[in-house]
């Protein structure tokens, strides 16, 4: 909580990275609902839009709660 976008973005991209390294498959983005946020959840968004560009993430999908809303997303990573 309390991340900027840019921070956000960055600890994300290396996450991946580290993943990528450590040849895991899979892997749960934990990116919260964006309650900090005004208006739309920022970082869940960004997080979102990442990973329809991002070569190294071939799905990506939410994990529900009760609510019928996310704030973690399941990823699938492209093998090396």
């Known amino acids: 909580r309390g991340m900027t976008l840019n921070a956000a973005m ?34 869940k968004n960004a997080a979102i839009e990442r990973f329809r560009s991002d070569k190294r993430v071939t799905e990506y999908a939410p994990v529900l709660n009760s609510d019928g809303d996310f ?10």
């Open 10 to 43: 960055s600890r994300l991209d290396e996450f991946i990275s580290a993943c990528i390294h450590e040849h895991k498959p899979y892997a749960l983005i934990i990116c919260g609902k964006g309650l900090g946020s005004a208006g739309e959840p920022v970082i």
């Open 71 to 80: 704030g973690s997303i399941y990823i699938a990573i492209k093998k090396s």
